[in-house]
């Protein structure tokens, strides 16, 4: 029989399209901020997993929630608390009476989609069970191997670390996100339109899906036809190269990251309707992918300053290749 879930050939109008659908409808619900839905998408299309970070109340659930349903996939959102347990996301081997055999119970963490929400406030050891289901794609009970998608997508949400009740996500966990985006306070105009639009209650509940798992593949599958030149390529790991012997961070960027880059450029560059990818894509995509992978020696003694600053002031040094 064959897998519905196989990507189909599509045209490069076609993809575009497709993922001009998505933005727009993610853009109906989640108002002033087209540049983070992007970032959501070149997630996507890269086959990585988003962290959304930022303050509560400025749309992180909302714009996870609104990508979801952009999708007609199997859906699932965790709400993390402190008395989460590992079994509770990937499930539970259990006895059947009736039987006499032992039935595995998938846990959430089964679906194609899955909204980790507000992860920093469950325990590292149930936030270390996400490692493995976001690495290779599978978990593992009772020695058992289970598949997971495709596709396969995290998108986490989290509130800084200095809020109370928060455990902070070790590098492991931070490494497995394709990037960290920030989101911000939207602008006064956008807020507005955001007041009048949920006087009748949450329009994200309304949204309906745009994309099939096969067009999500096909669009995967296209990333990866994307061409980078190989001074760009070289562009990377300089960039890379730079963060491990800067002075400000004791943590350099890992080959995972200058992977990571490559990859979501070649995305980012679909997003602007080319198969090409330019320098400007990496220089767009180099704080929110390589930051949050970044130690610096300030958070190593105690501290906790962002690593952003310094991805920028490398990238004002980097020659940029023509």
């Known amino acids: 029989m064959a897998d519905d879930r196989a990507p189909t050939a599509r ?18 619900v989640f108002l002033g901020k087209p540049e983070v839905v992007r970032l959501a998408a070149v997630a996507l299309l890269a086959d990585g997993h988003l962290l959304l970070d930022d303050v509560p109340g400025v749309g992180k659930t909302l714009l996870a929630k609104a990508l979801a349903r952009s999708l007609a996939c199997k859906f699932h959102r965790i709400q993390f608390t402190p008395d989460l347990l590992p079994g ?12 006499g055999q032992f039935v595995f119970q998938p846990g959430p963490l089964f679906a194609e989609v899955v909204l980790a929400d507000e992860i920093n406030r469950s325990t590292p050891r149930t ?4 490692l493995e289901s976001m690495s290779e794609r599978q978990v593992t009970v009772d020695g058992t191997t289970h598949r997971l998608g495709p596709p396969f997508l995290v998108v986490a ?33 956008a807020e507005r339109a955001i007041l009048t639009q949920h006087r009748t209650g949450e329009p994200v509940d309304h949204l309906e899906p ?74 767009v995509l180099a704080e929110p992918v390589l930051a949050h992978r970044l130690i610096t020696r300030s958070w190593a003694a105690g501290g906790h300053p962002d690593a952003a600053p310094v991805v920028r002031e490398v990238l004002s040094k980097l020659k940029v290749p023509t």
């Not at 045209?11 to 109906?28: C, M, T």
């Not at 509770?88 to 039987?99: A, C, F, K, P, S």
């Not at 966990?173 to 911000?184: E, P, S, T, Y």
């Not at 890992?254 to 090409?276: I, K, N, P």
């Open 11 to 28: 045209s490069p109008r076609e993809l575009a399209a497709l993922l001009d659908s998505l933005q727009a409808n993610i853009g109906k």
């Open 88 to 99: 509770d996301l990937i499930g539970v081997t259990v006895y059947r009476e009736q039987t």
């Open 127 to 130: 936030q270390s069970a996400l």
């Open 157 to 189: 949400t989290q509130n800084p670390h200095e809020f109370e009740g928060t455990y902070p996500l070790p590098e492991s966990q931070l490494d497995r996100f394709l990037m960290r985006v920030k989101i911000g306070y939207p602008n006064r105009e």
């Open 210 to 283: 745009v994309l099939q798992p096969a067009d999500i593949l096909a669009m995967q599958a296209h990333v990866r036809d994307v061409r980078i030149d190989p001074a760009i390529a070289e562009y990377i790991l300089d960039l890379v190269a730079e963060t491990r012997r800067h002075a400000e961070l004791a943590l350099g960027a890992s080959t995972r990251a200058a992977l990571a880059l490559y990859r979501g450029a070649q995305a980012f560059a679909v997003t602007e309707g080319r198969d090409y990818a330019v320098p400007d894509d990496v220089k």
